[in-house]
């Protein structure tokens, strides 16, 4: 599905990623986790396209296609999610035109018909149902006025209604009590099968008892140092980077 | 054979002298005054030139040196007219009143040409123009033809009233000057959308002025479609005066034309009166679109809202200057004042001056304004959304709108300006594309 190699990086000059190896299998969902400044963001930007985000070395192949010669919107049409870890405002930018506008986008790359509004409306009421979210969330901005909790949500919510092949989750936890947690964590587990793919970014185990991950890999210094199964998020909680590092 | 006409202020003074006696309402001592008042203070000042404050980003010598002739219009022309809003419609071409073209049976209030009803007018026409302040009323004073007489009587929702202003000389530059008259009397309602258009091609100025009384307790809702032709100059001034618990709402919509000046000036004249005025300027290449507001509150309990967007592409030019000033009675005014550009060529140009002059104590007055360019982190979220970037584009640009289009009131017009809007801005990334 995606496979990372000796990816490097720089943003405004700095090199951030120094030679990162990753290879995500389809149907499994892998954890990176890592100390603040280790380059999970840079990464999770990296994937998404993001300009001033510059890829000095390396290859990322997304399905055999290479993800790196693509447009943001092009990636996205090919299956690939970013759920951000600080969700955009978009004042005057009604929540539902948006999803609409984007799910239709992607279903018109896809080959798909447009939905109409009504059409779109009973199926955002489905997820929005699924998630317990409000149904107002629909009428608002996007993103605007909402809290942190909310943002989030609204983050899945989208996921849940472009239905991406392959999603990378930015701390989608940060920021999140108990309640929100669940509801995010069911809303990702909720995707879960053969077909789905997932890399969620995270600097707390926290997240990984709700979304229990294939593999768990350790980025810092812009290097995956460490990869294991799903016991390697609890040691890490145990013992702290620190020990990473020294091992 | 026909002679160039006479360029500049000269030309204009050469054929009012030449019209005078065969202009509407020639016999009417009063309209003769007024008509050599405005004849003597144009040739006093001429076009105004940028060394005016008034006009210091807008330089008018395109429309001085164009050299203006009257138009000829063919009156059996089978003219193409866009579809109205609603039922009644009145239709100017050139700037004069085609009632065979017009559907008023339906309007309820009245709605009559100018030129046949100027007899009528004394005291009501000129009584809130300005030709000694303004040249380009002074313009309109002197060389007027014809335009609307609308009056609204009291307590009457006269509902939604269509004006289309046409121009259809396309052979040479020719120059209309409508004048204006619109009243709502106590307690009346009216919505007037008037779109104003011409040829792709034509190089032609319009130069309308209005004079708007809103009496007690009357509501206008005033929405004005800038949509003239790429190569036309379009000067309007309007003068509002709006009286206790009055409200007057003003939207502008610039998006055609080669050079346009929206100048309001808007009273507030009597206790609780209220003003919206709101507009869009989408300008493309080539294109210099100025509003230049000046809002007096001279009564107490007064409030007014100003949002004021500009979307500047290729090689065009942005104005706002607005100016909000408080008289020593005005006590408890709330103003409100915002103006913002977004630019999306690095050879688009914004000038803005907003301005505050207060003379009460107990007021709440407040401007802003910002110049900026699309947000990249805002364009890329929509991106990995699935969302292609001209796409995208247009999404952010039409959510930069949309603050000065929720303060029109009434939901009829503002399905129409948003609708017009639209259908700008797709014009506008089709040309870019």
Redesign the interface.
């Known amino acids: 599905m995606l496979k990372i190699e000796g990816l490097t990086a720089e943003v405004d000059g700095k090199e951030i990623l120094k030679g990162v190896d990753l290879e995500i299998p389809t149907g499994e969902l892998h954890a990176i986790m890592g100390p603040n400044g280790s380059g999970k963001s840079t990464l999770s930007y990296v994937l ?4 001033g985000y510059e890829v000095t070395g390396g290859s990322v192949t997304f399905n055999g296609r290479d993800l790196l010669a693509m ?3 092009e ?3 090919a299956g690939l ?2 759920a ?1 870890q600080y ?2 405002e ?4 009604g929540n539902a035109t ?1 999803l609409r ?2 799910l239709n ?2 279903r018109r ?1 896809r080959g798909e018909s447009d939905l109409d509004a009504m059409q779109f409306l009973k199926l955002a009421r489905q997820r929005l149902k699924e998630l317990h979210m409000p149904e107002e969330m629909l009428k608002r901005g996007v993103n605007v006025g909402f809290s942190g909790g909310e943002k989030k949500r609204n983050e899945v919510l ?1 996921m849940a209604l ?1 239905q991406p092949r392959f999603a990378v989750l930015d701390e989608t936890d940060s920021g999140l009590d108990i309640d929100a947690l669940r509801i995010v964590a069911d809303g990702v587990n909720a995707l879960r099968g053969p077909e789905f793919s997932a890399l969620v970014i995270t600097h707390y185990q926290r997240l990984l008892e709700y979304i229990v991950p294939d593999r768990v890999h350790v980025l810092m210094g812009g290097r995956i140092v460490r990869s294991g199964g799903p016991e390697l998020a609890q040691e890490l909680e145990a013992s702290g980077y620190a020990s990473v590092q020294a091992a | 054979m026909t002679a160039m006409p006479q360029r500049g202020a000269e030309g204009f003074l050469h054929r009012f002298e030449g019209l005078r006696p065969r202009l509407p309402g020639a016999r009417l001592p009063w309209l003769e005054a007024l008509r050599d008042g405005a004849a003597a203070a144009f040739r006093a000042q001429g076009f105004p030139t940028r060394r005016i404050e008034a006009w210091k980003y807008t330089d008018l010598r395109a429309v001085a040196d164009a050299g203006f002739d009257e138009p000829l219009t063919i009156l059996d022309d089978g003219l193409a007219l866009p579809p109205a809003h609603g039922a009644a419609r009145a239709v100017l071409v050139d700037g004069r009143f085609r009632p065979d073209l017009s559907s008023l049976a339906d309007a309820g209030f009245t709605v009559e040409g100018l030129a046949p009803a100027l007899p009528a007018q004394e005291g009501r026409l000129g009584a809130l123009a300005r030709p000694e302040q303004e040249p380009l009323t002074a313009l309109n004073t002197m060389l007027f033809e014809d335009g609307l007489v609308i009056t609204v009587p009291a307590g009457l929702a006269g509902g939604l009233l269509d004006i289309l202003s046409l121009a259809t000389e396309s052979e040479r530059p020719a120059a209309f000057h409508p004048r204006h008259l619109i009243r709502l009397e106590k307690g009346a309602s009216l919505t007037l959308i008037e779109s104003a258009t011409g040829p792709a091609e034509a190089r032609y100025l319009h130069n309308p002025v209005f004079e708007i009384e809103v009496e007690e307790g009357a509501t206008l809702v005033h929405a004005r479609l800038q949509q003239e032709g790429r190569h036309a100059f379009q000067l309007s001034t309007v003068y509002a005066r709006v009286a206790a618990g009055g409200t007057y709402d003003n939207f502008t919509l610039n998006a055609g034309g080669r050079l346009v000046r929206n100048e309001i000036h808007v009273t507030l004249a009597g206790p609780k009166a209220a003003c919206h005025m709101n507009g869009a300027q989408l300008l493309g290449q080539g294109q210099h679109a100025d509003t230049t507001t000046f809002l007096e509150h001279a009564a107490p309990d007064c409030a007014s809202r100003q949002t004021y967007k500009t979307v500047l592409a290729g090689k065009s030019r942005g104005v706002f200057q607005g100016k909000i000033l408080v008289r020593r009675a005005a006590q408890r005014t709330d103003g409100y004042q915002m103006n913002q550009a977004l630019l999306l060529s690095p050879d688009a140009e914004m000038d803005s001056k907003p301005q505050l002059e207060i003379y009460a104590d107990d007021v709440k007055c407040s401007h802003g304004a910002t110049v900026g360019e699309l947000d990249a982190e805002q364009l890329f979220y929509l991106r990995t959304r699935g969302i292609p970037e001209v796409q995208a584009r247009s999404m952010l640009v039409e959510a930069f709108l949309t603050e000065a289009v929720e303060g029109i009131t009434d939901p009829i017009a503002r399905g129409i300006l948003e609708t017009a809007i639209a259908g700008c801005w797709e014009g506008q990334t089709e040309k870019a594309a």
């Open positions: 998404a396209g993001r300009e447009e943001p919107e990636r996205a049409a999610f970013l951000f969700p955009v978009l004042p005057g930018v948006f506008t984007a986008a992607i790359a989208q472009l």
